[in-house]
């Protein structure tokens, strides 16, 4: 079924642009081109993040990390690897993307933990980030219970993202 | 200001660590690895991103981003009462959500900021029980598409990247739910 999704979406998009005159090839290509200035963006940042996520990793740091967040996230069903990405997504995307890449090649796309940590990275943003953004705009000093309420939504969103794959990929 | 934090961290606790357990070889020939890593990575995922972007940008001038705005107002209206009362508000707003349905983050911000800017007029840089609503939402992502994940996973050699397509979506619904029941819950206690 979800093989269908990708050529689908590709020919869908082309006949609803045509049925709507849009021009399709151009709209692709400005698209595409945007998306590359997205990724020449977080090029510095994925080379200098993967250098220390990496770096922690060798140390044997990331083990014990895992190790003690095992079993609290063991009890909530969450897979103990997943621990850095819940812990830098608040904070940084590319850092999360950097994790997340570096879970995913560790121990295969396909697994539960890495589908894990691909929804977790999906279902997210950068709060911290965020809330800097919105409010640093509207000039607003008291935030009140943006930052708690939002941290709830991310943690709900990491413990659904954990019990989701185990109930769609038993 | 947080990179600083998240890089210092990452690195000092490497160094300690190594240090206090022998593996300092390892960590130096694992900085460079990672290093070239992130390269890779990056090379791997710009098809991706790319394509991904085009299909979205085609979607937007086809006009759907107006026909999903249309779909949002009336959700809008029972979220952000006192803010959809306003039309230009309420145009920013919708036109911001449905760019995040759409994943499309550089349409969605300066429609975001355009309605809290709006919303925040006069209320003394203290943020109104709506505007924490509205910041939520844009915290908690909602995404039709997680074009990034299901890059990430298709530049590592995933069999089927969008596989974990309704996993994203209950997840990213319980997590704005939570995130909106949370704000309603502490908007009393919190003044």
């Known amino acids: 079924m979800s093989d269908y999704v990708v050529p689908v979406l590709l020919a869908?998009?082309?006949?609803?642009?045509?049925?709507?005159?849009?021009?399709?090839?151009?709209?692709?290509?400005?698209?595409?081109?945007?998306?590359?200035?997205?990724?020449?963006?977080?090029?510095?940042?994925?080379?200098?993040?993967?250098?220390?996520?990496?770096?922690?990793?060798?140390?044997?740091?990331?083990?014990?990390?895992?190790?003690?967040?095992?079993?609290?996230?063991?009890?909530?069903?969450?897979?103990?690897?997943?621990?850095?990405?819940?812990?830098?997504?608040?904070?940084?995307?590319?850092?999360?993307?950097?994790?997340?890449?570096?879970?995913?090649?560790?121990?295969?796309?396909?697994?539960?933990?890495?589908?894990?940590?691909?929804?977790?990275?999906?279902?997210?943003?950068?709060?911290?980030?965020?809330?800097?953004?919105?409010?640093?705009?509207?000039?607003?000093?008291?935030?009140?219970?943006?930052?708690?309420?939002?941290?709830?939504?991310?943690?709900?969103?990491?413990l659904a993202a954990a019990w989701t794959v185990r109930l769609f990929f038993p | 200001m947080a990179m600083d934090a998240v890089w210092t961290v990452l690195t000092v606790t490497a160094v300690v660590w190594a240090a206090a357990t022998g593996r300092m070889g390892q960590v130096s020939a694992a900085a460079l690895e990672g290093a070239a890593a992130g390269v890779q990575l990056c090379l791997s995922l710009a098809g991706a991103v790319c394509l991904w972007s085009g299909v979205m940008e085609v979607l937007r001038r086809c006009g759907l981003a107006e026909k999903l705005a249309g779909l949002l107002?009336?959700?809008?209206?029972r979220l952000l009462p006192k803010a959809s009362a306003n039309p230009d508000t309420l145009a920013a707003l919708s036109g911001n959500m449905s760019a995040n349905l759409l994943g499309l983050g550089n349409a969605a911000t300066p429609l975001g900021m355009e309605a809290a800017c709006a919303m925040a007029e006069g209320c003394g840089g203290r943020a109104s029980d709506e505007l924490v609503r509205l910041v939520v939402l844009n915290t908690a992502s909602i995404q039709l598409l997680p074009t990034t994940a299901a890059s990430l996973r298709a530049a590592l050699g995933s069999a089927a990247p969008l596989d974990i397509l309704p996993c994203v979506w209950v997840s990213s619904a319980l997590s704005v739910a939570a995130g909106l029941l949370a704000a309603r819950l502490l908007e009393g206690v919190w003044r």
């Not at chain 1, 590359?36 to 740091?61: C, D, N």
């Not at chain 1, 014990?64 to 830098?88: H, K």
């Open chain 2, 73 to 77: 107002r009336p959700v809008l209206g």
């Open chain 1, 12 to 158: 869908g998009a082309a006949l609803y642009a045509l049925a709507r005159r849009a021009d399709v090839y151009a709209a692709l290509t400005d698209g595409a081109a945007e998306g590359l200035k997205t990724v020449w963006r977080i090029f510095p940042s994925l080379v200098a993040l993967l250098t220390a996520v990496y770096m922690f990793r060798a140390s044997g740091a990331l083990d014990s990390l895992t190790a003690w967040c095992a079993p609290a996230l063991g009890w909530l069903g969450v897979p103990p690897e997943t621990a850095g990405i819940m812990l830098v997504r608040p904070v940084s995307g590319s850092a999360a993307l950097a994790v997340a890449g570096e879970i995913m090649a560790a121990h295969g796309p396909d697994s539960a933990i890495g589908r894990t940590a691909a929804v977790m990275l999906g279902c997210s943003e950068t709060t911290f980030y965020t809330v800097a953004v919105y409010f640093g705009a509207a000039k607003i000093r008291r935030t009140r219970h943006t930052i708690p309420a939002a941290l709830v939504a991310d943690a709900v969103g990491f």
